[in-house]
């Protein structure tokens, strides 16, 4: 790896799933299950420091990360049941390698997310040195976004209530676009329907 722009991954995997009805981040696809495929698409992409934040059913998502076939660090989020997002960036930002530029903020329930996109946001960061990279389809943002490492203590020391929609609009004069052809960056998987319909759009 290029020491000097090495570039991780935090993946959110503690939701309750409530809107599912399931636990999520297990459910089948393509051979796997929805989080492993995240992590192999990662892994494609020549991500190499993976951490996964677990929360909610917790056994059976760090089941699902002993089969992936990548090194998986899991840190597990004890506030997982106020579904605040910010909570879980914070506990995957701390303490990570040292050698890591920048993360990528990814989420767990993204199986649809296109190994290029992801090569693209490290490929970006390491031509520009950009601060913040957040890829858009037609317009709009999507996930994941990456984030270098001089940004990581303002997102660890959020006020309460602050999601990571106030921190990209307190970044929107900075942020980097990364324009795709993919509209897998906006989609990912909150109740049955959208899970019947990506499995069927598969």
């Not at 009805?21 to 796997?32: D, E, F, Y």
Request: net charge negative; charged share 25%.
């Amino acid at each position: 790896m290029d020491k000097e722009k090495c570039v991780g991954a935090v993946v959110l995997a503690a939701g309750m799933s409530t809107r599912m009805g399931a636990p999520k981040m297990t459910l089948p696809w393509r051979g796997s299950t929805v989080l492993g495929t995240v992590l192999s698409t990662l892994a494609q992409a020549g991500v190499e420091h993976i951490r996964v934040v677990t929360g909610s059913n917790r056994t059976e998502v760090e089941n699902v990360l002993k089969e992936a076939r990548v090194k998986i660090e899991p840190v597990f989020n004890p506030r997982f049941a106020n579904g605040e997002m910010m909570d879980s960036i914070r506990i995957g930002l701390e303490n990570l390698d040292p050698r890591l530029d920048a993360v990528l903020i990814v989420l767990g329930d993204q199986p649809q997310l296109d190994a290029r996109v992801v090569e693209g946001l490290i490929t970006r960061h390491k031509k520009s040195g950009a601060r913040l990279i957040v890829p858009s389809y037609q317009m709009r943002r999507g996930h994941p976004w990456l984030v270098e490492r001089s940004l990581w203590r303002e997102m660890e020391s959020a006020e309460e209530g602050e999601n990571m929609r106030t921190f990209l609009n307190r970044h929107s004069a900075t942020i980097e676009y990364l324009v795709v052809d993919s509209d897998s960056i906006l989609k990912d998987l909150d109740t049955p329907e959208d899970y019947q319909q990506a499995s069927a759009d598969r």
